[in-house]
């Protein structure tokens, strides 16, 4: 039986419209460096420090280009805020009725996460039983370590309870990782079916919302 379900933020339970990833593009040409798509798609769903350094080669930098990419999605997000995707409220609301947790997961630090639910009014405590930031761990994803802290926050001990989701391979990575009794993959962020089935998750699925119908089957 599920008891924890950890979601992550950007592309899964919250639409931004693909900012993170644009902006984090322009931060790293603007340094210089030009990798190839496929190296940001790589890097997609990751701690942003691990991934400026890697696309940019330079970790002196790192701390330098996340303070840009910081202040410069600030900005998207003022003109135009993130928002929950469609049903997504209702059904997380439904499976903390159930009984079940809700945490999120993210690769942005504090500064982001607090703007962006901030934007759509979610607190631990009402929406939500967690959240944890990469920053706020040893490692980011593919490493479980923000899955193996949501369940210490959440009080959940055996992984045979937890269900994760996510946007990109690395999610999905994440879960498979934290020996996650269901991995599932949805397709509301910017990395497709194929890309999400090479890593074999238990479940691939249109959005969040369709979860509760999933679980319930």
């Known amino acids: 039986m599920i008891a ?10 919250i639409d931004e419209g693909g900012a993170v990833y644009r902006v984090l593009a322009e931060v790293v040409a603007e340094h210089g460096a030009t990798p190839s798509d496929a190296d940001l798609r790589h890097w997609m769903g990751a701690d942003k420090r691990a991934a400026l350094s890697a696309l940019t080669g330079d970790p002196d930098a790192v701390e330098r280009l996340h303070d840009r990419f910081v202040a410069r999605l600030g900005e998207v997000y003022e003109h135009t805020p993130p928002q929950p995707f469609p049903g997504v409220p209702e059904t997380l609301a439904a499976l903390r009725e159930s009984g079940v ?3 999120l997961t993210t690769g942005f630090d504090r500064r982001i996460t607090d703007l962006i639910l901030s934007e759509v009014d979610w607190k631990v405590g009402d929406q939500l039983d967690a959240v944890v930031c990469a920053s706020e761990v040893a490692a980011g994803r593919p490493s479980p370590g ?10 959940i ?10 946007d990109t391979a690395l999610d999905v990575q994440a879960g498979h990782a934290a020996r996650a009794d269901q991995v599932v993959a949805v397709l509301t962020g910017a990395q497709t079916r194929t890309e999400l089935e090479q890593h074999n998750p238990t479940l691939v699925l249109p959005g969040v919302a369709d979860l509760r119908a999933a679980l319930t089957a």
């Open 4 to 13: 924890l379900v950890a979601l992550d933020i950007a592309g899964t339970t």
């Open 101 to 103: 947790k809700v945490a």
């Open 146 to 155: 923000m899955i193996h802290r949501a369940m210490e926050l959440t009080g």
């Open 157 to 166: 001990t055996d992984p045979a309870e937890v269900l994760t989701g996510g």
